[in-house]
Every structure is written in structure tokens, then in C-alpha cells.
């Protein structure tokens, strides 16, 4: 076990060094002049001038990018350049709480709807009730996540003359209103996941429950409930961690737009305004660390394999 983890995580170093790459160059390709963009149209040459000189903006690229990736090594993110004492990092971490508490209970509320959905829906194979999940899991996954959040604002706003609040509430300062803020914003993040979950579990159970031993406990006079419980859910999880595993990836990247529509102060709105404002080092840190999460969430995805089932060993 331990070999193995430690295999994965070296594993991890390309990875993060293709995202690095790609996230620096890519930035640098923007159009737009970043100094001029920074100081506004009406600073003058001189002030542009200082402004490269003072971020190494006329260094040449690759001196750029070693000095940066030099700095990833120590946990230096660097400063942001819209403001010399906001460290890249700090305000990563401030920003951090929001955005995993919007994942997580999306996650939850996915979860809740899905596994007794695709339960059902593969032991009552063809009935009405498969039916309807079938098509609202298909319906989940149709329908995009800010597509589902813009609707949940505009059409109680047309209805009832009501909108989210747009000032966040942290949930140590009010759980009660922080928990009300991030109810709309994780239904429409956890839609997508809630289809692709229950279809996996529909179909990974179907093809357990025509397995052998299945047929064996049924012969036995075993509770239908019990074989589905105890035996078929538990061997037909291992594909359906891989999604939730890989989805909740999906999840941290798609609350870039959802924290824009709701006004929510996390990782995603952070994303959209440092863009915008060509901020470099911002947006390269807050890529490398969604990269870093998803790494880490699949590396536990992969380890949970061998609690669900024994005969899986990474020796």
C-alpha cells in the first residue's frame, strides 16, 4: 500500500508540471497589454515601464516560468498584481472554506437523490419508476449547471418578486442564512452529478444482480433487500466511485460560473475576476491548486477500492 502511494504521488509532479506549463503560456497569449490594463489607459510610459520591471514582466518567458515554478516549491504563489501585500496564497486560502462548502453539499444533495434513485430504478428494471428516473437523470445531464442557475434567480424573481441574497453570509457568522445562500447554488451544481450517478448505479446493479451468486442467495429464500444491501450494492460501487471521484473534480472547476451567478466570494469568482483583470499569478494559483485537489480526490478514490472489495491489492 504504501509503494503504491507513493508511486501516485510522484505521479502527481507531471502532472502539475503540464498544468503549470499550460497555465502560464496560455495566460501570456491573452490579448491585451497587462501593464496598461493594470494602471489604466492613462498612466504614462514611464509608470508601464516600472510596473515590468518591478513584476519581471520583461524577463523573457522561460526566466518567468522558472522563477515562478521556483516559488511553487516553497509554497510561494507569488503577490497578486493588483495589490503588492495580497499574497497569492493567503487569498487562495481565505477563499477555500466557500467553495469546498458549495462542492460538498452539492455533493450531499446528489447523492441522496441518485443512490435511491438508481437503487430503485435497477431492481424495478422497466417499471414507471425507472422510467422517471431515466429521463430526469438524462434531464440532469442535459441541462447545464449555470443554465439551472440562472433560471433558479430569474424565475422566482419573475414569479414572486424574490432573489438570492447577494451578500454572503460566512456560516460561522449565521448557518442559518450561510446554509439558505448555498442551497440554490448546490442543487444546480449537484443536478449534472445526480443523472450521471444514477445512471452508473442502475447500470452497474443490473449487471451484478444477474451475477451467479446472486441467483444462489435468491435461492436460498434471502430477503431482496438484504442481496441488494449486502451483496450486489457493495460490488457494484467501485465504478461508481470512479465517477463520483471524477465528477467532484467537475464540481470544484464548475463553481467558477455558478460563484459568479450567485454573487459567492470563493475559488471560482476569484477565477473570473483575476481573468479579467489578467492578474497572472492569481489565476496560475488558484489552477495549480484545483489541479493538486482533483490529483489528491482520485488518489483516495483509487485507495477506497480496496476497502469496498478485498480481492483488490496494490502490492
Known sequence: MTRYVVQRLLMVIPVLFGVTLVTFFAMRILPGDLARTTLGENATPEAIEAFREEHGLDDPLVT???RWVGGLVTLDLGESFRSADRPVLDE????IPVTFELAIISLAFS???SFPAGIISAVKQDSIADYVSRVLSMAGLAIPSFVMGSLMITLPAIWWGWIPPLRYTGFTDNPVSNLGQMILPAIALGLGLAGSVTRMI???L???LRQDYIRTARAKGVAGHIIVQRHALRNALIPVLTVIGLQLGVLLGGTIIIEQIFALPGLGRLMVESVGLRDYPMVQGVVVFLAFAYVVV???VD???AWLDPRIRYS
Open 111 to 113: 447523492l441522496l437523490i
Open 303 to 305: 485507495l477506497s477500492y
Open 92 to 95: 487562495i486560502l481565505r477563499r
Open 206 to 208: 443490473l449487471e451484478v
Open 298 to 300: 482520485n488518489l483516495l
Open 64 to 66: 518567468q516560468y522558472l
Open 202 to 204: 442502475r447500470s452497474q
